[in-house]
Structures are given as structure tokens and as C-alpha cells.
């Protein structure tokens, strides 16, 4: 899959497959292209970008789709979670109801979305469900906010979960809570996991992409990738994330670009 605004292209046949069940990261710099692909599949570029080639979800074809059948797979075959949940969340309504609402917008019925909205609270280890269940999203904290796009997010049990640097805006208690939180609960999705941090990657995912310019330069199991990195980005990357390692000079690793 590929995507362009007007003639230049941002994002360049990249190809990658997850499984069911399966974790996978994508790692680069800032301005890489890891947001271009992800809006692509979820059909959420903004209008000048287009993608094109092929991007397939349990077969189905995502690319030129039409907008309503991209809308009806949205949040029930595919979920994304963003960085900052106060903007993707409806500041004027309770947070259970904006739970209950993704699972009646898919058919089910709304007795049964208010109790399946309790179980997600519980299930992303909010206390007192009920109680947070009514709260609006200012009177929740930043982990307890990005806690309920993770309800929203599985509710209707997606085959696929893309989270975009999800825990970037937490501080870093919060951040290693929500961590747990998604490996314990994505259970048989397939998880796309965006993130600058190579640890993030080396504690959530089994395999990784590597994007620079655009391009995934490198992909595989975490462990191979992290130990023994064929691409030279991919070593000055590990290497300059180290905060310990120095060059020859004593001086702190940084990514040279030609
Ligand atoms: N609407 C747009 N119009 C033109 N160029 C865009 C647009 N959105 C993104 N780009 C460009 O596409 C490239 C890839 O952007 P993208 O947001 O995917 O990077 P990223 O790897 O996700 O970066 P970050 O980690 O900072 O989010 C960047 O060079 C960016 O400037």
C-alpha cells in the first residue's frame, strides 16, 4: 500500500501482515509515515491524501472501499486508539454512554450495550464502574480517559486494534499500567502498536516494523530485530535509545541521516 498528496509520495508500498492474536509495532522517526499508514487502512486520510494499492482485513479489500462500508467496519471490525482521548472522546457525554453507543451503532440492542459497557469499565480496571460509568470525560484523569478508548476500542471485539502512540501523553506510572492493560486485554486481535519507544515495543509486541522515509527498511521478531539489527537505521536507532552508550568520544548516540 501506497499513499500520495498530489505527486509526492509519503508513504511507499509498505507490506506487512498480522495474524490473529499476533503484536505488532511500528517503529521510526517522527514524520516516517507510521500515522499515514494506519489512517489509511482505518480510510481516515484527510481528504488531499490518497492511498492506493491493497490493504486487506480478513480478506475484505479497505482500499477504494466505499465510505459506508468503511463506516460499518469502523469500530466493529477495526478500532483505532489515539494518542491524546480527550479529543477523540465526546466531551458532553457520559463515558459509559459513548460505550454503549459504539455497540448500538453496530445493531445491538440497548439494554445489553449498557451492561456490556459495565463489563468494558470493569474489564479496563476502572473502580467502581458503575460510578465512572456516568462520569464525563474531564472529571477522569488522562489513564483513566485513554482506560475508557480501550472499552470503546474492544467493545465490539475488533479483529483489528491499531494504537497510536497511546501512552505518549501519560506519565510513566500511568504509562506501564495501560502497557499491562492492552497485552492483557486485545486477547485474539491482531494489535498494530505505533510508538517512538523501542522498550514499549520490546515489552508489548513479538514483531516488528521499522519505517524511515516512508519505507518499512526492516521487519521481523522483536528479539531478532533488537539483538541483531540488519539495517543501519534500525542500529542507530537502538543505539541512540540506549541513554547509556556513548560513541568512541564519549558523546551520546544520534541518528545520522545521508
Ligand atoms: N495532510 C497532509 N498533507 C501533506 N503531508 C502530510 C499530511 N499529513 C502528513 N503528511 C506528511 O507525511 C509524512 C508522514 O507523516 P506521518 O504523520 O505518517 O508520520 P509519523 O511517522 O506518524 O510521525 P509522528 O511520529 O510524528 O506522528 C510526514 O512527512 C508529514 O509531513
Given at each position: 500500500m501506497s499513499v500520495s498528496v498530489g505527486d509526492c509520495v509519503?508513504?511507499?508500498d509498505v507490506s506487512f501482515e498480522i495474524g490473529r492474536g499476533e503484536r505488532v509495532g511500528l517503529i521510526g522517526e517522527s514524520g516516517s509515515g507510521k500515522s499515514l499508514t494506519a489512517l489509511a487502512v482505518m480510510g481516515l486520510l484527510p481528504e488531499d491524501l490518497k492511498a492506493w494499492g491493497s490493504a486487506k482485513l480478513n480478506g475484505r479489500?479497505?482500499?477504494?472501499?466505499k465510505e459506508r462500508e468503511m463506516s460499518r467496519l469502523r469500530g466493529r471490525d477495526m478500532t483505532m486508539v489515539f494518542q491524546e482521548p480527550m479529543t477523540a472522546l465526546n466531551p458532553l457525554m457520559p463515558v459509559g454512554k459513548q460505550i454503549a453507543e459504539v455497540m448500538q451503532v453496530h445493531g445491538r440492542d440497548r439494554g445489553a450495550s449498557q451492561r456490556a459497557a459495565l463489563d468494558l469499565l470493569n474489564m479496563v480496571r476502572l473502580p467502581d464502574p458503575k460510578r465512572a460509568a456516568k462520569a464525563y470525560p474531564h472529571q477522569l484523569s488522562g489513564g483513566q480517559r485513554q482506560r475508557v478508548m480501550l472499552a470503546i476500542a474492544l467493545a465490539n471485539n475488533p479483529s483489528l486494534l491499531i494504537c497510536d502512540e497511546p501512552t505518549t501523553a501519560l506519565d510513566v506510572t500511568v504509562q506501564a499500567q495501560i502497557l499491562e492493560l492492552i497485552q492483557a486485554v486485545t486477547g485474539e486481535s491482531a494489535l498494530l502498536f505505533i510508538t517512538h519507544d523501542l522498550a514499549v515495543v520490546a515489552s508489548v509486541c513479538e514483531r516488528v516494523l521499522v519505517m524511515l522515509d516512508g519505507r518499512i527498511v526492516e521487519s521481523g521478531l522483536v528479539k531478532d530485530v533488537f539483538t541483531m539489527p540488519s539495517h543501519q537505521y534500525t542500529q542507530q536507532l537502538l543505539a541512540s535509545s540506549d541513554m547509556e552508550s556513548t560513541d568512541a568520544n564519549g558523546r551520546l548516540w544520534t541518528v545520522t541521516r545521508d
Open positions: 509519503l508513504v511507499e479489500e479497505l482500499i477504494g472501499a
